[in-house]
């Protein structure tokens, strides 16, 4: 288990400074002169030379990189050259939120889409399944942003039940926090929850194949027991792996619902960053989410051997 | 089953309760996220929205583009108009306690003329010392006579932060502002809210109506509606002219609206480099050919619900030195054939690139199918943002969509864009009869001399249409009925003085 971890440990550095110089060296493949962008209406000459000087963009891109990944090391992800905003801080804003976004979906996702997903194995071939095919169909079509106005529509506009956006952190007030955070989690949590029932559905569905599975019977032990104690855990083997690395997904593809409930979380902020040619902001998203991806990679790994006997030797 | 009816009952009593918010509080939906708030260094209509809250100017403009006093109560230019002498308010004072007076006047123009990073240069530009005479008495020396230095003045050129601040905040102003306005800063969350409360020490605080002010950046103009009509906002700048119809049919809600400064135009490469070299970028006559294939009212009509204001010129009819004896021509695609027949063509070729917005996109197909029908064979090249301002910049396009934000004066615009050395000709118009005119307009301090001299200034650029101008947008805001006391002013800013919730 140490090995495992120790091995994987000395794989993520490397690829993580390696994602950090790809993404460096395409975004300076961008079309669009970030000091034209910033320097306003009338783009005077003088201030878009200044501009390019400060923030280095006349040097070659390794040594604008250099300077870059020092500073980063000495823990300074420097200033947006849009807001003049230290971007240290906008990380320290935005990641909590990302991370209990991600959370609520992935919560949302495991709640809806397990036990939809076990009863579609245990009733395969019935209505039930078809019910759940349905579903696993709709949550993976239905695009986001259109969920998200529509349940804004009702449960804010008409009914008025719930914020229609926004974020209260839960310092201010949990309860707030919570409302303010459902509806995105809910819309969020059904595209994971789609594929998350899938999963189970058919992991489930192999498990109840198993030898293991046949004996129990033939011992006579109760269909119920059979389900949770001998095919569950072992149809959560895959699961689990999916949910670490889905959850990175969540934290990374958050964009759209972020958008429309405007949630100032990671998704926003890269992709403003992306138009407006921030590039240290984009540079800082891309490593936090990045690095945040390999810990849970990591965590998928050691899940699936703590889960998995063969695995450990 | 009825437990857990009472239960989410409970719930949403709870959660409904929770989601109102204090009466103090005004909640305000921004469609950008503004960017440096330091009047020296922002470029953003957005940050704009914000400092009017902020920091007061030395003047502001009324409803109807008149300068109005602000922190100056008066003015007076000197007889040659080389020199401009302001009195200035008594007992003022920034957000923190420095006391307002010429010396500050003194020192934040010299900031703005000389950071190395300030937007403000060239509105400043004619002004080559400030001398602090009095407490209240300052006085700007002019290189020549620069009549629109007013206008200047009535926006972020004009706008006073704190000295003291300023010098020791230096290159962190910008995250916690320090100015002389109704509201002070409180807090920033990038890319999320900007939170402001009411400052007691406000020269006019008894006009003040809420506590705080919070502009939450909220980017979809349907979802920024939603809230407002969820009552989540209270007020909601720049709805889209398609949710007009929603905001008039709410009865929660009062629709805000009025005229703007701002023109789209189209503008024709006619010598920035090869891209100059086309049928349309040589000859005016086929650019007035182009102009007489299009219908203005049909793009306002179909791209904006008619809610826009179809229109020829740069400048906007609440200006007063609009030429009204410029009208738009009626589409006329027969005559537009025989003038491109008469060319020695039978169909002109051109590329139209646009920034891929919403508007710009509509617009851009409209004309397509428009100009089509005439002879013009449109090729639409639609471009994301920051791409399109460097080719833009670069006089890298055949005809570009430009959408330019107005001021209250005409000269920042026309010059801009029609002067030969203006920092918007990227498509390298040069008229030197033109330059002249404009010249002789900015230092004429007489009214309708002046308009005179802008309805001269007309009739050279319609001749010539290196620039179609096609439309100018209004501005709308969508507001609770509890929100009191707005007023629209063409820059489309909301000004907080005199607004307060209902009754």
């Given at each position: 288990m140490k090995t495992l971890l120790l091995r994987r440990l000395a794989v993520s550095l490397p690829t993580l400074l390696l994602v950090s110089m790809m993404v460096f060296g395409l975004q300076k493949l961008l079309p669009g002169d970030p000091a034209l962008a910033l320097a306003g209406e009338e783009h005077n000459p003088e201030v878009v030379e200044y501009l390019r000087q400060k923030y280095r963009f006349n040097d070659p891109i390794p040594v604008q990189y250099a300077f870059w990944l020092k500073s980063v090391i000495q823990g300074d992800f420097g200033t947006s050259v849009r807001t003049r905003l230290p971007i240290g801080k906008m990380l320290v804003e935005k990641l909590p939120v990302t991370i209990e976004l991600a959370t609520l979906s992935m919560l949302v996702a495991l709640v809806i889409g397990l036990p939809i997903g076990i009863f579609a194995a245990l009733w395969r071939g019935t209505p039930l399944d078809y019910g759940a095919s349905m579903f696993g169909l709709a949550g993976l079509s239905i695009p986001h942003f259109w969920l998200g106005i529509m349940l804004i529509l009702l449960f804010s506009v008409n009914l008025g039940w719930l914020p229609a956006g926004g974020f209260v952190p839960p310092s201010e007030s949990v309860g707030r926090n919570l409302l303010t955070m459902l509806m995105p989690a809910l819309v969020l949590g059904t595209g994971t929850a789609a594929i998350m029932m899938r999963h189970v559905r058919s992991a489930m569905i192999q498990a109840m194949k198993q030898d293991y599975v046949r004996t129990a019977r033939a011992k006579g032990v109760r269909e119920g027991t059979i389900v949770l104690r001998h095919a569950l855990p072992n149809a959560l083997i895959p699961v689990v792996t999916l949910g670490t690395l889905q959850f990175g997904e969540l934290l990374a593809g958050a964009v759209l619902t972020e958008q429309v409930f405007s949630i100032p979380g990671f998704g926003k902020m890269v992709v403003d960053g992306v138009f407006s040619r921030d590039y240290a902001v984009v540079q800082a998203v891309v490593l936090c989410t990045a690095a945040i991806f390999l810990l849970m990679s990591l965590i998928a790994d050691l899940a699936y051997a703590a889960l998995n006997p063969r695995l450990r030797s | 089953m009825k437990r857990i009816g009472i239960a989410l009952a409970a719930f949403f009593t709870i959660a409904s309760s929770l989601t109102s918010a204090n009466a103090a509080t005004l909640r305000v939906g921004l469609q950008d996220d503004p960017d440096a708030l330091d009047p020296a260094l922002s470029g953003t209509y957005t940050g704009r929205f914000v400092f009017a809250a902020l920091c007061d100017k030395l003047v502001d403009i009324s409803p109807d583009l008149k300068i109005v006093p602000q922190l100056a109560e008066s003015w007076e230019w000197?007889?040659?108009?080389?020199?401009?002498?302001?009195?200035?308010?008594?007992n003022v004072t920034f957000h923190d306690g420095t006391p307002f007076d010429a010396t500050a006047v003194k020192f934040n123009?010299?900031?703005?003329?000389?950071?190395?990073?300030?937007k403000r240069k060239a509105e400043l530009a004619p002004i080559q010392s400030v001398e602090a005479l009095a407490a209240d008495k300052v006085k700007f020396n002019l290189s020549e006579p620069f009549v629109p230095l007013l206008a200047n003045l009535s926006d972020r050129a004009g706008m006073m932060v704190s000295p003291k601040a300023a010098a020791e905040k230096a290159g962190e102003f910008a995250a916690a502002p320090v100015c002389a306005g109704p509201y002070q800063f409180v807090e920033r969350k990038s890319r999320d809210l900007i939170r402001l409360k009411k400052y007691p020490g406000y020269w006019n605080a008894g006009q003040i109506g809420y506590d705080e002010v919070v502009y939450f950046y909220v980017p979809d103009s349907t979802v920024r509606l939603s809230r407002v009509r969820a009552g989540d906002l209270d007020l909601a700048e720049r709805i889209a002219p398609t949710d007009l119809k929603t905001v008039r049919d709410d009865p929660n809600l009062k629709l805000h609206s009025g005229k703007g400064l701002a023109v789209s135009h189209l503008m024709f490469n006619v010598g920035a480099g090869a891209k100059a070299d086309t049928p349309l970028g040589k000859n005016p006559t086929l650019r007035q050919a182009f102009e007489l294939a299009i219908d203005r009212n049909v793009i306002n009509k179909v791209a904006f619900n008619g809610e826009f204001l179809a229109d020829n010129q740069m400048i906007p009819p609440s200006s007063p030195f609009y030429d009204s004896a410029h009208k738009a021509p009626a589409r006329d695609v027969a005559k537009a054939k025989a003038m491109i027949a008469a060319a020695g063509m039978t169909r002109v070729p051109m590329e139209l690139q646009f920034e891929n917005t919403a508007g710009d996109s509509r617009v851009a197909q409209i004309i397509q199918s428009m100009a089509g029908e005439a002879g013009f064979d449109v090729k639409l090249l639609p471009m994301e943002t920051a791409t399109a301002i460097e080719r833009y910049m670069n006089g890298n396009f055949e005809a570009y969509i430009g959408n330019w934000s107005?001021?209250?004066?005409?000269?920042?615009?026309?010059?801009?864009?029609?002067?030969?050395?203006?920092?918007?000709?990227?498509?390298?118009?040069?008229?030197?009869?033109?330059?002249?005119?404009?010249?002789?307009?900015?230092?004429e301090a007489d009214e309708t001399k002046r308009r005179a001299l802008y309805a001269k200034v007309t009739d050279v650029y319609l001749g010539n249409l290196s620039s179609i101008p096609l439309y100018h947008p209004n501005w709308f805001f969508a507001a609770r009925k509890s929100v009191d006391g707005i007023v629209m002013v063409p820059d489309g800013l909301l000004r907080l003085v005199g607004v307060k919730p209902a009754n």
């Open positions: - | 000197a007889a040659d108009g080389k020199s401009i002498t302001f009195t200035l308010r008594n123009i010299e900031r703005m003329k000389t950071m190395p990073d300030s107005g001021r209250a004066d005409p000269d920042p615009t026309l010059v801009a864009f029609f002067s030969c050395a203006g920092s918007q000709n990227v498509n390298k118009y040069c008229n030197k009869d033109l330059d002249v005119m404009l010249n002789q307009a900015r230092a």
